[in-house]
DNA sequence: TCAATATAGTTGTGCAAACAACTCTTGTCC
DNA sequence: GGACAAGAGTTGTTTGCACAACTATATTGA
């Protein structure tokens, strides 16, 4: 069985939709420290690894930029500026195609793929570190409940249904 | 009954525990962005809020600055000039006491309190808004999941159990 | 065909977060 | 009782995030 406390603590907070919320905002913080020893030593940072990713996934189709930006995990207003770091690293490589040069296409590159490839044991570490006390069952749970959450505040077509 | 789907989606994700955790952040993500459009026209940032709550539940006690980075929800290392922002509005005031002139006391004033009543109501509809949805026993289950999850991260003796 | 509109990114600016190095004060222990 | 360490904040500096205004390119429809 798993053995979640029961106790809400009445008085601590206004309402128990703000006792999820405030818990959720400790939960993320105290998980995304963790992450963060892995990906600082590394030179980038969470949402950068998750444009590597992305553009991974498609390799070696490339990635429009606005693309990228609405199929990031956080929001990501400042995707030109993210994107000339990773561009500077020599992670990505941006190419505007005659045909309609609106657009900038992303892809990776080897040394990309390669720092991906480098980050992979540690980052898996990493997540049975944040994690890995809980039982599978919990854990799909918790996606199931996070999923349901977040909802109704999600855009039109986007990759987190 | 609940009804979160049972769809993993594998394949998307190297491990449940990423799923899990990319999840989080993701539903994070999308509520604080709602929680900010109450916070933005007031003036004050969500962790602004909290220094301003806590001190308002021990008033009329005086909080040492280091006391409050402690029990903030996220980690505040940049607890000074967060107060400097608050001093400088006249929500909070700050006092050296000269039997011991290494801490600094913060206490709430008249104009604090009064703001965290303008706020109560709209950060009450607020949160209704981004949780409201869910029935108060998925809730209160998220609450158990969630405090499970960092409670091998969480330090000795902090507020947040 | 050309002005209006829509699309795709970029840049300016200001504010917030993170980490480390620093100052000031008090407590301790030969 | 004076060096040393610990405690409590502050400041310097760099980097990241957010919003809005802007440029450049393509489409469309009178």
């Not at 993320?28 to 553009?55: A, H, K, W």
């Not at 993210?82 to 005659?98: C, G, T, Y």
């Amino acid at each position: 069985m798993s053995s979640h406390s029961k106790k809400s603590q009445a008085g601590r907070f206004d309402s128990l939709e703000q006792e999820v919320y405030l818990n959720l905002w400790r939960t993320y913080d105290r998980l995304r420290s963790i992450e963060e020893e892995v990906f600082g030593p590394m030179g980038i940072t969470s949402q950068q690894y998750n444009v590597l990713r992305l553009l991974a996934v498609h390799h070696p189709e490339p990635v429009p930029t606005l693309t990228i930006a609405n199929r990031m995990i956080s929001r990501a207003p400042d995707i030109t500026r993210m994107l000339d770091k990773l561009e500077a690293s020599s992670l990505i490589q941006r190419v505007r195609p005659s045909e309609n040069r609106r657009m900038v296409l992303i892809s990776i590159t080897a040394g990309g793929l390669s720092l991906l490839g480098e980050i992979a044991e540690p980052l898996r570490q990493c997540h049975s570190k944040q994690l890995g006390h809980l039982n599978k069952k919990d854990l799909a749970l918790l996606v199931g409940l996070l999923r349901d959450a977040r909802k109704p505040h999600e855009q039109e077509k986007n990759t987190w249904s």
